[in-house]
């Protein structure tokens, strides 16, 4: 193999063909070269010679230092080619050197998500902030944040090496690293569904917070006395023949028996269930022989004699607290959103025209919202003050927009966003009005990704338009006299009334 090297130190730029075995490579930003030093590369190069020379540096000393092209280079040494080189005048400034390895990978072979966190460490170290890294190198900033976070964990960096995740899943998935199945279910949806991964975080973050508060919940009760269950007992099982839940037990005056009431009864139990919001939910046994003993009855006995739940309504019941359960989740995740997107310094144009449609046609929600205080409103749009949610509460929003006069469409806009929302709650995908359907279509136009039981809301809403239209075409096709016409209950703004009562029931898993 002959080169043409020039051994001598030279102040121009040159362009050379160089032996790849003679030249050192610099410390890159890739740290995986077999995964980029594929057979067909070394091939194409063996065939086809290096298309693009690489960047070099030469020394005072004559050494020719590759700065940037360290996969073609490895390649050319494979395939037994020469090097095209460009020699550039350059000193040693590592952080020079590195932004000048990404720029130029990222024009090429793209670097892997591990490599790139790796350099942004390098030049973290070597003294850059976070805001100018991403500034020299072209990445957000926030990015550039999350991947300093990855690299400081070996289990993060795993993960963006061999899942498709980005530096910003990679980042969010540090907090579950304790939790093998949560750890594993986000990375499946990063994967499969990336649109529903602040969704499927904020559920996961929910289900921890509720598991944690019923373990100490579990955990107060076992050491007042209480046998801890780890579930309700089936139908036929001795349990479920032998003792009875005090939630609907009154004693002989017809009082309600609280757990203090049975806090000396020997072999009581206790089932306690995270539930989807708020306050776990307990479920108290005593046996039957003491309640009995007691006087004590159950007010639902004629009730519950029917038997019990069928596979389907069992099936039901599990959806429902799941739905609901999700809406919980869904509602952290759009008021952070809804809280960003009024934290721009433009809104979209139509914004104006959704404020004005809200005010006027759905006054009810929107005129609630503002007696009780505005606080969902004051709380999206981050306003300072009192944001207690009743009548009797002062109005944040008093010499606000004067205060910020270029905010003041926002101010409006997120009063109206916080009527709707107040007339928002976990059960609105089982019967949503055209109204709220209309408002989560909105949403979704500004780039708001929905999660699926906030999706249900347009899917019943556009079902139920369908059948609305599909009885107008058939009442003008088989016209009927006027007073056997069917009522339309599907009014403009509030919900219809169907299946919209509480049933009674715990909003724990079904057994």
């Not at 550039?144 to 964990?153: F, I, M, N, R």
């Not at 005593?286 to 069928?310: L, N």
Request: one cysteine or more; charged letters at 30%; a negative charge.
């Amino acid at each position: 193999m002959t080169t043409t090297t020039n051994t001598q130190p030279t102040t121009e730029d040159t362009f050379e063909m160089l032996d790849p075995n003679v030249v050192i490579v610099e410390s890159n930003v890739r740290t995986e070269d077999k995964t980029y030093l594929t057979k067909e590369f070394v091939d194409s190069i063996r065939t086809e010679g290096v298309l693009t020379p690489v960047l070099c540096r030469r020394a005072d000393d004559g050494t020719v230092y590759v700065r940037a092209g360290q996969r073609r280079t490895l390649a050319a040494r494979e395939a037994g080619v020469l090097l095209p080189a460009r020699i550039v005048t350059a000193d040693e400034n590592t952080a020079d050197r590195i932004v000048q390895q990404i720029i130029e990978n990222d024009q090429r072979e793209a670097l892997s998500n591990a490599d790139r966190a790796a350099a942004w460490q390098q030049l973290s170290l070597d003294g850059m902030t976070p805001t100018k890294i991403a500034k020299r190198t072209g990445r957000k900033a926030n990015e550039v944040k999350a991947g300093l976070q990855v690299v400081e964990s070996a289990k993060a960096i795993e993960t963006v090496t061999k899942h498709d995740v980005t530096l910003d899943q990679a980042a969010i998935l540090i907090e579950f690293e304790d939790d093998d199945d949560a750890h594993s279910r986000l990375i499946q949806c990063a994967e499969d569904a990336p649109a529903q991964f602040a969704h499927e975080v904020q559920r996961v973050r929910d289900n921890r917070a509720r598991a944690a508060r019923a373990a100490a919940v579990r955990e107060e009760l076992a050491a007042a006395g209480w046998t801890i269950l780890d579930r309700s007992y089936g139908w036929g099982e001795d349990g479920y023949n032998q003792m009875i839940s005090i939630g609907g037990v009154v004693d002989a005056d017809g009082q309600k028996v609280t757990p203090d009431a049975v806090s000396d009864v020997e072999g009581r139990e206790a089932v306690v269930t995270a539930g989807y919001g708020g306050d776990p939910q307990v479920s108290y046994l005593i046996p039957k022989k003491v309640a009995k003993e007691r006087k004590y009855r159950d007010q639902y006995a004629a009730a519950t004699a029917s038997g019990p739940m069928t596979d389907e309504q069992k099936a039901e019941r599990r959806a429902l607290i799941e739905n609901r359960k999700q809406w919980v989740s869904a509602e952290a995740v759009r008021r952070e959103w809804l809280a960003a997107f009024l934290s721009a310094k433009t809104l979209p144009k139509d914004a104006i025209t959704f404020a004005a449609e809200g005010l006027t046609g759905n006054r009810y929600s929107i005129g609630s919202s503002m007696q009780k205080g505005n606080a969902i409103a004051a709380d999206i749009l981050g306003v300072e003050g009192v944001k207690r949610a009743d009548y009797y509460a002062p109005n944040p929003f008093d010499g606000w927009a004067e205060k910020h006069p270029t905010k003041a469409l926002h101010a409006v806009v997120a009063v109206v966003i916080g009527g709707y929302e107040e007339a928002t709650n976990k059960d609105t995908w089982r019967n949503p009005d055209r109204s709220a359907a209309a408002y989560f279509a909105r949403l979704a136009a500004w780039g708001y990704v929905l999660s699926e039981v906030e999706q249900i809301v347009l899917d019943a809403a556009a079902e139920k338009e369908a059948k609305r239209a599909q009885a107008k075409a058939d009442a003008e096709a088989n016209p009927v006299p006027a007073d056997s016409e069917d009522g339309d209950d599907f009014d403009g703004g509030e919900s219809d009334g169907a299946d919209d009562y509480d049933d009674g029931t715990d909003d724990t898993d079904a057994a």
